[in-house]
């Protein structure tokens, strides 16, 4: 994903359980997951037993409350849906 680099400050959209709406929260991305698809890998192989990665997914630490959170495989949403990231709005 263009523009996704580790360090960057994104948005972090957080939904708690039991929380009704969503909270957003600043985060500095801390890992970029490359895309990966086990399923295109043969059976047995390191790859196919690896993790599904979308393009945009990564590890984050997202300041809620004032400290840093780890935040681990959250995926990219224009939409901001929860439990994902997005970029900052322009000002």
Partial sequence: ???LTIGRIVHHVS???????????????SRVHAAHHPE???????ESCAESHNDGDVDLFAFMESK????YNVSYSAEKL???????EQA
Avoid: D, K, R
């Avoid at 929860?82 to 900052?88: D, E, G, M, T």
């Fill in 15 to 29: 939904q708690l359980e039991g929380q009704v709406g969503t909270t957003e929260y600043a985060a500095i991305v």
């Fill in 40 to 46: 295109n890998f043969s059976a047995g192989s390191i």
């Fill in 82 to 88: 929860p439990n994902s990231w997005h970029f900052i």
């Fill in 68 to 71: 840093p959170v780890p935040v």
């Fill in 1 to 3: 994903m263009e523009g």
